[in-house]
């Protein structure tokens, strides 16, 4: 007997229209939806016209439940995943269900869709070419500094879950410890009410004072300024000042020559004299 498949199906994290055309298709063919919150799910099925049995599996019975899926995958049926919004298994239930089917060699199939941390991300004005997903900052004071302080060194942008009712208490501790950084605090993404907040940790903190914060909240946090050769932004912008004072050097060869001499992926010499570019056109023009 052939096995079934089961879809790993990302959903809407807001906007109910940011759903692929595929996963619609996978959601209707599917003899069987699992899904961690069924009611947020028929919603979106609703909106569809998506008429596909659902079953729920959540933190809480994801491991016993599986053991059910996991035999009618094995007969043949196959099943979709979805969680509340988003991508399965990305602070999300889905982990257990999916290294489940892979030991049964059942086939796990993707279809991919919105993320939050991803969607933030994009629109944060922080660099994207490598970051870090830490999922939900701890809800304990002691904790989330305990993880803030071994994060310090970390030179890639950041990204992080939190809380509205924390997202105060959690800024000032971040300020405390990685310091004054560039930071986006994204709320409602995809929603009516989206709102994307960017500047310096204190800056953001100044303007969220006395002020009633509500929905979802996802926070990019710039990466430490040491780079990973343990070189400061300072030197490489300086190195790139003496540089280009020779008129036969082009932008692109001191960037190599900068690389080489220094030991650093090009991309981060490249991003640490863009950001310098644009700093001196600025002030030039003000």
């Not at 709320?187 to 009516?192: G, M, N, P, V």
């Not at 500047?199 to 009633?212: A, F, M, N, P």
Request: hydrophobic share 40%; with cysteine.
């Amino acid at each position: 007997m052939q096995k079934g498949i089961l879809y790993i199906v990302s959903t809407p994290i807001g906007n109910l229209e940011d759903i692929t055309l595929r996963a619609i298709r996978i959601l209707r063919e599917v003899r069987l939806i699992a899904a961690e919150d069924t009611r947020r799910t028929r919603i979106l099925l609703n909106a569809y016209q998506i008429d596909t049995p659902l079953t729920s599996l959540h933190d809480r019975n994801e491991l016993k439940k599986c053991i059910h899926l996991i035999a009618r995958l094995n007969e043949g049926m196959d099943i979709a995943y979805v969680s509340d919004a988003g991508t399965p298994g990305i602070s999300d239930p889905g982990y257990i269900f999916v290294k489940q089917a892979i030991s049964e060699s059942i086939r796990v199939v993707p279809v991919p869709g919105p993320v939050a941390a991803v969607a933030a991300l994009n629109v944060s004005g922080l660099p994207m070419g490598s970051f870090v997903f830490f999922a939900f900052l701890p809800s304990r004071h002691g904790k989330r500094r305990h993880l803030l302080e071994s994060i310090k060194e970390e030179t890639k942008t950041m990204v992080f879950y939190e809380s509205p009712n924390r997202l105060v208490a959690a800024l000032q501790d971040i300020n405390e410890i990685l310091g004054d950084r560039q930071i986006a605090v994204s709320r409602e993404l995809t929603k009516i009410y989206e709102e994307t907040l960017r500047g310096t940790v204190s800056e953001i903190s100044e303007s969220l004072r006395g002020k009633k914060i509500k929905g979802e909240i996802t926070l990019v946090i710039s990466g430490a300024t040491t780079n990973h050769a343990g070189r400061s932004s300072d030197e490489i912008r300086a190195k790139f000042q003496e540089a280009r004072k020779d008129p036969s050097s082009s932008t692109r060869d001191i960037i190599d020559a900068l690389s080489e001499e220094m030991d650093m992926p090009r991309k981060e010499i490249y991003r640490q004299v863009l950001d310098f570019i644009k700093e001196s056109s600025n002030n030039e023009a003000s």
